[in-house]
């Protein structure tokens, strides 16, 4: 929520909307650089900044203990302070990612379709950098390093606006990224970070429709829904995940009481963490061994009547579980007469994020796949697949919850969009 | 302008409130019945549709009678009323426009991409329909069965939102295709009209993020931008083009006078019209020839100095001409200093639409095609070429000037997303 706060918002001064202005101005500025910039080049600016970092890491690593500091005398969670903290373990491995981004092929001016009409016009389909891309994000200040490096490597320029706690670790990371691309001749606007941290920049960013083509909220539903209330600027949302396993009748025990504890255990603070359990009527003589291992791996298990029936540590479900995601070892347990109403309990109270189905019946598995409007479905799999890595498509910025432009993993191809090259010899429209 | 008035909306009623959310959970009913109906099923109920469209040709012909004369009465001007006219051809052409959607490839299902991974997963890609799109437009009533038809071929449910003027010629028209819907036996609320002409509808719409995913205004700058401002669902923006054609000093002569009379004035009202010709100075000797043909076609000339110094009959631009659509039998003309010049001009005053530059030197053009900003760029062809029959993409509900999901013609295929399917055999993720 830091990032953008729900409330305290005031009237924005004359001094910061001209602050404002003068980012995006700059930001729109180094994407026509960027635009123009050759794949080599875009490169050694980011092996230039990996470096930069590595010098720069003393700077970093003391400006994130300001950050923590604060953090702890504003008792902060210890969730929040450990998505926060910053070791030399964690800078290198940010460091390292944008090496990789720096290694993955450009993805700019690919001929994405190409095609000749009678009357002779040659007609390219080719991918084209978005422009300046808007970043709101929260407390972790590796997406920093990670956002800025893909924006740059697929030619657009970034404005990241983490949240406020973890301002003074964001800037210095900036500040070394910055250093990289100057080196590399690129300008350091390329990736900007909000200069301040006063709320109402957020309202201001969220209306610089001239100067920004896309804005990329991270975080939670209120602080997605308020970009999305606000924002003049198109949304590609990166909503948690309220992601579903459903056990069908036709599943095989064991593999559905792996995927299920894989899907719901392996991470419990990652949007691609399952939340809700659906499990067929007639898998209830089945269900105390399905939930077993959640118990045993310290999982809260909440339930309705019939899963309650099952076991006495299944707590009492409330409506409201079904529309929470609990980030935590915590999962809600439904049963369902069967296939038609797992898909619609999943479209009404899932995110569109990731939903997984356990069954050896091709059929039920395709109306699945078919019907559950989400962006990645699967079939026999844990949802903690949902992931630009484990898709093979290198470094994400995370998983679009949208459903245009891009859904799933969102890696350096989905941050450009194409344009139509029309070329001619003097064709006239009849 | 009637589509969404720019004053004049009182806040509203209760009951226009619960119009509207009946209007919206009826479309995403039918929206999950349209994703899951064969190709042809859509087919048959598109075929059904064209016939009822022409059983009802009296009744259509007798509502739009009424508009007309509510038109007249109100004095629209002559190209609105224009606009706004049905007669049996045109009522005709629009039927016939319905049968080629129906003949078009169904867009859904398709695979984009497919690969697997070292662990077996196998990852597809596939196109699914959006959803439920609104479509908020002006006079035209004979874009309701375009907007329709193609919103039905790819699985999707519209709502439609018309100029007050068409109102009673689009409600016949939506009648009519409802019939040919539930012939086929799909729901009626598969193309749906807001039932009422009260301004205040279209502000309930674009807050229906639950049950609208898309939004298509199509008009002029003050709808677009209002829409945008206003709107919480994803919005593909058909605004008005405003169109470039640059003269460049390596030109044949010959080819940009064809080109310039052809992207002006083959049509003026339409929005791949040529609205500025920017010239090299270095041509200044050859402009008289070049502007030659646009005063023998009664093209009204407003020119800067230099271009005002070549013919008595050019006018004096004024700043504003370089922002102005004049969609109509005007030009704007600037002289420029070179290729750089000329990319920044469009870039800054263009809507992102169609550009065209008219050269011999290809390095020119590369950099033309590459550096102009806009959806469709052309080198040596006429501006009104961008259309998505002349792409050969078939029927389209317009030209987006939007910079993600689609740009150019959105035709049948730019109505679809896409879905991420994993099929597993119980992969667990490390």
């Given at each position: 929520?830091?990032?953008?706060?729900?409330?305290?918002?005031?009237k924005?001064?004359?001094?910061?909307?001209?602050?404002?202005?003068?980012?995006?101005?700059?930001?729109?500025?180094?994407?026509?650089?960027?635009?123009?910039?050759?794949?080599?080049?875009?490169?050694?600016?980011?092996?230039?900044?990996?470096?930069?970092?590595?010098?720069?890491?003393?700077?970093?690593?003391?400006?994130?203990?300001?950050?923590?500091?604060?953090?702890?005398?504003?008792?902060?969670?210890?969730?929040?302070?450990?998505?926060?903290?910053?070791?030399?373990?964690?800078?290198?491995?940010?460091?390292?990612?944008?090496?990789?981004?720096?290694?993955?092929?450009?993805?700019?001016?690919?001929?994405?379709?190409?095609?000749?009409?009678?009357?002779?016009l040659?007609?390219?389909?080719?991918?084209?950098?978005?422009?300046?891309?808007?970043?709101i994000?929260?407390?972790?200040?590796n997406?920093?390093?990670?956002?800025?490096?893909l924006?740059?490597?697929a030619?657009?320029?970034?404005?990241?606006?983490?949240?406020?706690?973890?301002?003074?670790?964001?800037?210095?990371?900036?500040?070394?990224?910055g250093?990289?691309?100057?080196?590399?001749?690129?300008?350091?606007?390329?990736?900007?970070?909000?200069?301040?941290?006063?709320?109402?920049?957020?309202?201001?960013?969220?209306?610089?429709?001239?100067e920004?083509?896309?804005?990329?909220?991270?975080g939670?539903?209120?602080?997605?829904?308020?970009?999305?209330?606000?924002?003049?600027?198109?949304?590609?949302?990166?909503?948690?995940?309220?992601?579903?396993?459903?056990?069908?009748?036709?599943?095989?025990?064991?593999?559905?009481?792996?995927?299920?504890?894989?899907?719901?255990?392996?991470?419990?603070?990652?949007?691609?963490?399952?939340?809700?359990?659906?499990?067929?009527?007639?898998?209830?003589?089945?269900?105390?061994?399905?939930?077993?291992?959640?118990?045993?791996?310290?999982?809260?298990?909440?339930?309705?009547?019939?899963?309650?029936s099952?076991?006495?540590?299944?707590?009492?479900?409330?409506?409201?579980?079904?529309d929470?995601?609990?980030?935590?070892?915590?999962?809600?347990v439904k049963?369902?007469?069967?296939?038609?109403?797992?898909?619609?309990?999943?479209?009404?109270?899932?995110?569109?994020?990731?939903?997984?189905?356990?069954?050896?019946?091709q059929?039920?598995?395709?109306?699945?796949?078919?019907e559950?409007?989400?962006?990645?479905?699967?079939?026999?799999?844990?949802?903690?697949?949902?992931?630009?890595?484990?898709?093979?498509?290198?470094?994400?910025?995370?998983?679009?919850?949208?459903?245009?432009?891009?859904?799933?993993?969102?890696?350096?191809?989905?941050?450009?969009?194409?344009?139509?090259?029309?070329?001619?010899?003097?064709?006239?429209r009849?």
């Amino acid at each position: 929520m830091n990032a953008l706060g729900a409330s305290g918002e005031t009237k924005p001064s004359a001094e910061l909307v001209a602050l404002m202005a003068a980012v995006g101005q700059r930001a729109r500025a180094a994407a026509h650089v960027l635009a123009r910039t050759p794949s080599e080049t875009k490169r050694a600016a980011l092996k230039a900044a990996a470096r930069a970092l590595r010098a720069g890491a003393p700077t970093i690593l003391e400006a994130n203990r300001r950050d923590m500091a604060s953090a702890e005398a504003a008792k902060l969670g210890a969730a929040l302070l450990d998505r926060l903290m910053l070791d030399p373990k964690r800078l290198e491995a940010a460091i390292v990612g944008i090496e990789e981004v720096a290694a993955l092929p450009d993805p700019v001016g690919r001929v994405l379709a190409s095609w000749t009409r009678p009357n002779g016009l040659r007609i390219e389909r080719v991918t084209v950098p978005i422009g300046v891309i808007g970043i709101i994000y929260e407390a972790r200040p590796n997406v920093t390093a990670d956002a800025g490096s893909l924006c740059v490597m697929a030619g657009n320029a970034a404005i990241l606006r983490g949240g406020s706690d973890s301002f003074e670790s964001s800037k210095a990371i900036v500040a070394a990224l910055g250093d990289g691309l100057a080196e590399a001749g690129l300008p350091r606007a390329a990736v900007q970070l909000v200069p301040t941290v006063e709320r109402a920049a957020v309202g201001l960013l969220l209306r610089m429709e001239k100067e920004v083509d896309l804005i990329v909220p991270r975080g939670g539903r209120s602080l997605i829904e308020r970009v999305q209330a606000e924002s003049r600027i198109p949304v590609l949302a990166h909503l948690d995940g309220l992601c579903h396993v459903y056990v069908h009748q036709a599943a095989q025990l064991e593999m559905a009481r792996a995927i299920l504890l894989n899907s719901k255990m392996r991470r419990t603070g990652v949007c691609n963490a399952a939340e809700t359990l659906l499990v067929d009527k007639a898998m209830l003589p089945a269900l105390g061994d399905l939930l077993a291992p959640l118990f045993e791996a310290g999982c809260e298990i909440r339930g309705d009547q019939g899963t309650q029936s099952v076991d006495r540590r299944v707590k009492p479900a409330t409506a409201a579980d079904w529309d929470t995601e609990f980030l935590d070892a915590i999962i809600a347990v439904k049963l369902v007469s069967g296939l038609d109403e797992a898909i619609a309990h999943i479209n009404l109270h899932g995110s569109h994020h990731t939903d997984t189905i356990v069954t050896e019946d091709q059929g039920a598995a395709m109306r699945f796949l078919d019907e559950v409007d989400s962006g990645v479905v699967l079939h026999n799999a844990s949802t903690q697949f949902n992931d630009g890595g484990q898709f093979g498509m290198g470094a994400e910025i995370g998983i679009s919850t949208s459903k245009l432009h891009a859904r799933g993993p969102v890696g350096i191809e989905q941050l450009t969009t194409y344009k139509y090259k029309v070329h001619g010899s003097g064709q006239l429209r009849p």
